[in-house]
């Protein structure tokens, strides 16, 4: 069983920053996608971003291309989402993933973590 702990929302401005982690074992880190979803009150699960397990590709929606960065850092086994210039439309629940597979598709990852809120006031 793969254990995915998310921290790091909040409660921030229009045009703040925050940066969300994800927490998982050494193993994890290093064989699994891991991807950041969210969802909004009263809509579906929406992709935001994924990093591949070698961290050599990352892909984003578009509608935060050159606002978040996901990254991830070896050391600690956690990888994080840099989230710049933040609107009120990013509010929302946001959950790490992880599969064996990155993508958009949430059908491409088989753990899930809890969820932390963003909300971003205007």
């Known amino acids: 069983q793969v254990q995915l702990q998310e921290s790091g929302g909040g409660l921030v401005q229009a045009g703040g920053s925050l940066r969300l982690s994800c927490a998982t074992s050494r193993r994890a880190f290093n064989t699994y996608s891991m991807a950041w979803f969210r969802q909004a009150p009263g809509k579906g699960r929406d992709f935001v971003a994924a990093?591949?397990?070698?961290?050599?590709?990352?892909n984003y929606a578009d509608s935060v291309k050159g606002r978040f960065t996901i990254s991830g850092d070896n050391a600690k086994n956690t990888v994080y989402l840099q989230m710049n210039s933040l609107k009120p439309e990013d509010t929302a629940v946001y959950y790490c993933?992880?599969?064996?597979?990155?993508?958009?598709?949430?059908?491409?990852?088989?753990?899930w973590g809890q969820g932390t809120q963003v909300t971003v006031s205007s």
């Open positions: 990093i591949s397990a070698s961290g050599g590709s990352a």
């Open positions: 993933a992880a599969g064996l597979s990155s993508g958009e598709l949430e059908g491409l990852y088989d753990y």
